[in-house]
């Protein structure tokens, strides 16, 4: 790890070594703008890196002057930090400030917040004037008082604050509700807030609803994880203990509350300038946070408490913000559809596309979506933990050391590992490439068995020594003991079983979702892969498995980290929150335990394709 | 006092004789059931009284059987309580229950309450129907899953109340939302409470939703008092303490927490199966208990927070019922004209009248309605507690002991007290009578002043011997030392000052808001008089002081307490709540204090009219 801080905001923080100082800000709550995207095109993210730094990239020669090289001005989008380093952000960098939406797909839309402010100047009462003040209000906003919600703290407040302000003042609505009446110079006056609760990780997003710009944000690990890291375990810890549930929900609200502190610390706004939450999740981390008891997402026929898109308010949901704020949570589709695949579905605008369409987010849990350009097809399979690390020999998270490529080059292995650091063990990108190096090389026959003695014999030695053991005992020495201080990686004939249950059902849930929509699985046009899943994988690996249908390379698209997107547009547009609500009630739920011919479409889609 | 039981429900208590069987019950929170309005008109309102009660009417003898009179039986609204009594009160008479509100004139409001429970047979989930929990309901009810509001704790309960009733359950709306799911077979299911908060006196009703029956009620005296009497000192209790809003918020709300217990037991019911309530009261009332800031009501130029009708959830007004329920507050309309006021106008349905009517409610405060056939005027105006007996020598509140009726008869005076009990003052109704009659016989002349000694030799001689003093100290002795073991009774020139300043206020009201709306007190067709003060009072006294506009007896109409009926038709009727609203939208407030003609009037309207 190396140790980065910012300056003037003073953020700071160990990152792993590698990652781009626009990642590293990011990751620590800072906001850099990017108008490209991070692509290296604008030219706009210029930050001052003195050490510790990759040198000048083709996209930095070509966008900055030489006194700025000379002066240690880098592109925050290229420069990669390779040490501890000091980084200055100029203020137009920081104040045109923060792209709020990663990649393009999205990053067009609309601000139509739920929230605004209002300047409003009003006439001083009289005696020839005896409007109540929440009518003076209302006719201020143009409002029928008649018809004009308020907010009962809003209006309990209002007598003092209209006349220590001399009645001119700002009005905040919340929808159709008058939230406050503050004073008329407060900055930020409208803070929103985005929260993606992960199973594993949770991220708050803090924006100005006045500017629709990312201000601040915050993450941590999920502390559900002490009553189990998957989400099984966490619904049987609801069953099994009295204040199961309402412990669940505590945890989570408090990180969020603690989450949110630091995020208004870093803008110096206050709690009570946020005035509306959105929030995503899949449906269990959803029932969690809303206080809805999860125990009968987990037992046939999987039923969930709600679907709905839910406005509550900010008391109901425990959320330390504006008491008359209000959470809105983004809708799920079934017990393990959530909003996040709600998320993938709004952000990739998939339901848009004219062609038929596939989308996958493969976490423990894999969800499949399919648009036939008439229907939308959603459903979900017990991918298992393979493609994550787990049940896998040597499997490991996604950190430091974590063999994520791996690759055959002339008859022999190769590999990369995150960080450049001393293999010890393999990520999931890392088991997508070992399983599809496995089979290019014959190692593994399409049936997932490996190569025996024999046939062996015809691979190449670099492949051939590798293997080793008997039948299912039978494995392939990824890292030999003798090259690596922290010991041999082996790929074992279990492990291929693993990965191969778990694409079986991922490719078995594709079949039966193309056989109910009546298209065959050639005619899936585009392939979109959500997620971490779709950042890290090689594509060509996940096509060389079978996992998904044959569709040429450039038609596989990554849509990034669709769930935190998703609650991001919700929070910035009224009208997403609609096509949300839209897109769960057109979304079909398939259940795959129903139906019949999923048990021998699972069969067939274990095995792997024959070597084209 | 005599000691009062009824059976089987045990309510008992002591109360004055004289009343009917019906008022005694309906003191005592229990309900029988009077269709005709309680005047012997349709012998409903059976029940079996062995002794203690005067003799059968000639309405009892036509509407009852011999066998029934031989047996006791009775009609409540009949049979008048003069000795302790057991009345025991037949089911059919008990069940059928209760007439809402004591007047024809607003007995035939129809039952359309916003709560409503509803019976839900649900098919029980399967792989095949997986509806979530909230969309089974959802389509029970008849509703889009999307457009169906549901309270929050209603859905944390869901799947556990739908599990454990086999998916047989009542679910319980509150307007649109979807307040409780609860087991099949609760009863009574659905409670309201109507609240009438008075500056002295608090009364709960509390009503049985689906049948519009009057169930219990529960009343106390307004915990404020001990912060002032009237409602200035206790603004400027408000104003003086730091926590003086919320002290003054507590008292109310924890009264009414408390009546409402009492009231629920009285039924064996739960706060929970109460899902709304209704409040009502004067502007001041109604702000302390939102918890809004009077202050400014009670200083130029007079600025409510809001007139607005407002709902609030249960738990924003502290209500300790189901905490899905709503509070709904009548609407007021200035300063100085409450929700009272909006009961009188709701109640009366004076808008509806073709011709001019004028309607006044008088306390400390008094409130005057003029319905020009056209316009709607409405005004306060400080009458001063003079006619309820404050700043009067001898003046004392409606209670035993108190002279309720003064009479001249035969050149003599003749008085009645409350309970027929040894004189201790004069109260309200006694003060208008002792005017009159002091006008009458010509012992004060129109201008207010005693008759000197000479003009007393022109009176009676039962009257000049009770006139003593000089002056401003004359006065006149309507109780002797000797006639009354707690001592002399009179009544002074400085109290008919008091009586003049208080009646000139608000005949001064009455003539400005006729000249407002341009027509002449003599095109009035009707008077109403709410409250108390419309109960009690003499209406011949009221005319002969001046108080009204000439007008003949019979259209002179009391509309008993308007402000707690108020709050009842709009518990058990949405169609009334919306009349409420229109009506304060239409009201128009004259603001006398604004007014440069009011002097004048004032000054003119002191005289008392001559002799006719």
Redesign the interface.
């Known amino acids: 790890m190396i140790r980065v801080s910012f300056k003037p905001g003073g953020q700071s923080g160990e990152v792993e070594p590698g990652l781009t100082v626009l990642d590293v800000a990011e990751s620590l709550g800072l906001s850099i703008t990017a108008p490209c995207g991070g692509r290296g095109r604008c030219g706009r993210c210029r930050v001052i890196v003195n050490r510790g730094c990759t040198p000048p990239t083709q996209a930095e020669r070509d966008l900055l002057t030489g006194v700025e090289l000379r002066n240690g001005v880098r592109l925050a989008c290229e420069a990669r930090l390779m040490d501890d380093a000091q980084i200055i952000v100029p203020s137009d960098s920081r104040t045109v400030g923060g792209k709020i939406l990663a990649e393009d797909s999205w990053r067009h839309i609309k601000l139509s917040p739920n929230v605004h402010g209002h300047r409003l100047e009003l006439p001083e009462?009289?005696?020839?004037?005896?409007?109540?003040?929440?009518?003076r209000v209302a006719d201020g906003l143009g409002a029928r008082?008649?018809e004009l919600r308020?907010d009962?703290a809003a209006?309990?407040e209002?007598?003092?604050v209209l006349r220590d302000n001399d009645f001119s003042v700002r009005a905040i609505m919340v929808g159709d509700v008058l939230a406050a009446v503050r004073p008329p110079n407060e900055e930020p006056c409208c803070l929103g807030a985005a929260i993606d609760i992960g199973t594993t990780t949770v991220v708050t997003y803090l924006v100005d609803l006045q500017t629709g710009e990312r201000v601040a944000t915050a993450s941590d690990h999920n502390p559900q994880a002490r009553h189990g890291h998957d989400l099984i375990s966490r619904i049987e810890y609801v069953q099994s203990a009295h204040t199961g549930l309402d412990d669940m929900r505590g945890l989570i609200v408090d990180l969020i509350n603690r989450l949110l502190g630091e995020a208004v610390d870093q803008v110096g706004a206050r709690r009570r300038d946020i005035y509306e939450a959105t929030v995503v999740g899949n449906t269990c981390m959803h029932h969690l946070f809303?206080?809805?008891?999860p125990?009968?997402l987990a037992r046939?026929?999987?039923?969930?408490?709600?679907?709905?898109p839910?406005t509550?308010s900010a008391e109901?949901a425990g959320l330390a913000i504006n008491r008359a704020g209000s959470v809105y949570c983004l809708p799920v589709i079934?017990?393990f559809v959530g909003a996040d695949t709600v998320g993938v579905l709004l952000v990739s605008r998939m339901t848009d596309r004219e062609r038929p369409t596939l989308a996958i987010d493969i976490g423990t849990n894999g969800e499949v979506m399919l648009w036939s350009g008439e229907r939308l097809l959603v459903t979900s399979c017990a991918a298992g933990p393979a493609f994550e690390g787990g049940e896998i020999s040597n499997g490991v998270r996604a950190a430091e050391g974590a063999i994520e490529r791996v690759w055959l080059r002339d008859g022999s292995i190769g590999y990369a590992t995150i960080g450049r650091a001393r293999p010890n063990g393999i990520c999931g990108s890392g088991i997508f490439d070992t399983v599809a190096t496995l089979l290019d090389s014959r190692a593994v026959d399409a049936t997932g068995r490996f190569a025996d003695e024999q046939a062996a014999r015809a691979l190449p030695e670099g492949i051939a020594s590798r293997l080793r053991g008997q039948g299912s005992a039978r494995e392939f020495v990824l890292v030999a003991a003798a090259d690596n201080g922290s010991g041999e990686i082996a790929f074992t004939q279990k492990d291929v079983r693993e990965v191969q249950l778990a694409k079986g059902a991922v490719r078995a849930a594709v079949e039966l979702l193309c056989s109910e929509a009546g298209i065959g699985t050639d005619e899936v046009h585009e392939v979109l892969l959500a997620g971490a899943f779709g950042n890290y994988i090689d594509r060509r690996s996940a096509l060389r498995m079978g996992l998904l249908p044959e569709i040429p390379l450039e038609r596989i698209e990554g849509v990034g980290n669709a769930a935190g997107a998703g609650a991001l547009v919700a929070l910035i547009s009224t009208q997403e929150r609609r096509r949300a609500?839209e897109i769960v009630?057109r979304a079909e739920?398939v259940?795959l335990?129903?139906n019949p011919q999923f048990q021998m479409a699972f069969a067939d889609s274990m095995v792997f394709p024959e070597m084209t």
């Open positions: 009462p009289s005696l020839e004037d005896q409007r109540s003040d929440a009518e008082v008649e308020i009962h209006l309990a209002m007598p003092a809303l206080g809805l008891d125990r009968n046939a026929p999987y039923i969930p408490v709600t679907t709905q839910m509550i109901e079934a017990g609500a009630s739920h259940e335990m129903a």
